[in-house]
T-cell receptor, first 115, second 112 residues
Framework: GAVVSQHPSRVICKSGTSVKIECRSL??????MFWYRQFPKQSLMLMAT?????????EQGVEKDKFLINHASLTLSTLTVTSAHPEDSSFYIC???????????FGPGTRLTVL | SQQGEEDPQALSIQEGENATMNCSYK?????LQWYRQNSGRGLVHLIL?????REKHSGRLRVTLDTSKKSSSLLITASRAADTASYFC????????????FGTGTQLKVEL
């Protein structure tokens, strides 16, 4: 498999501030990482596909200027929630797809609460 | 694309019983995967079944796939309290690149 970490695990911030979430692939060089968000008791919604060295591919309805993704190395992708508002409060999870079948390995998630 | 649906949304059983969860999807797929999520945690990959396979086993898990009905089932036999979690199916669409589409999930509770 692959070991994926996320930092921070929890963050509480005031409305209007920006929050950066890191996703690290600890034992695998990942050219592609995925960012999801999950509301309580709901499924995962793919936000964007993060590509090392190039621009991220965003899903329909996801504002790229709101959710900035940077994948500067093969082991690190970051998601920055800019000017966060209470409706951005959610569980954000990243993953790495390692095999040709795209079996994905997930980070532990980051709980964002915007006051 | 629309998510797949899983049923039941919630399932409560006694330890030792079997748990069956179903997943339906809408597109032609390359493979279907099942994941488990403990509360407030990331997802753990359980099992993958390819579109040309009909059944697969892994320990106490048994997965079936019926591509004509666009449906899959996950059976957990001899359940344990530690199996309490949410279970999601995810599909890799044919020609859909590398994106997974997740189902709505089943919350399983196994009681002692």
């Amino acid at each position: 498999g692959a070991v994926v970490s996320q930092h921070p695990s929890r963050v509480i911030c005031k409305s209007g501030t920006s929050v950066k979430i890191e996703c690290r692939s600890l034992d695998f060089q990942a050219t592609t990482m995925f960012w999801y968000r999950q509301f309580p008791k709901q499924s995962l919604m793919l936000m964007a596909t993060s590509n090392e060295g190039s621009k991220a591919t965003y899903e329909q309805g996801v504002e790229k200027d709101k959710f900035l993704i940077n994948h500067a190395s093969l082991t690190l992708s970051t998601l920055t929630v800019t000017s966060a508002h209470p409706e951005d409060s959610s569980f954000y999870i990243c993953s790495v797809g390692r095999t040709a079948n795209n079996e994905q390995f997930f980070g532990p998630g980051t709980r964002l609460t915007v006051l | 694309s629309q998510q797949g649906e899983e049923d039941p949304q919630a399932l409560s059983i006694q330890e030792g019983e079997n748990a069956t969860m179903n997943c339906s999807y809408k597109t032609s797929i390359n493979n279907l995967q099942w994941y488990r999520q403990n509360s407030g945690r990331g997802l753990v990959h359980l099992i993958l079944i390819r579109s040309n396979e009909r059944e697969k086993h892994s320990g106490r898990l048994r997965v079936t796939l019926d591509t004509s009905k666009k449906s899959s089932s996950l059976l957990i036999t001899a359940s344990r309290a530690a199996d309490t979690a949410s279970y999601f199916c995810a599909t890799l669409a044919t020609g859909g690149g590398n994106k997974l589409t997740f189902g709505t999930g089943t919350q399983l509770k196994v009681e002692l």
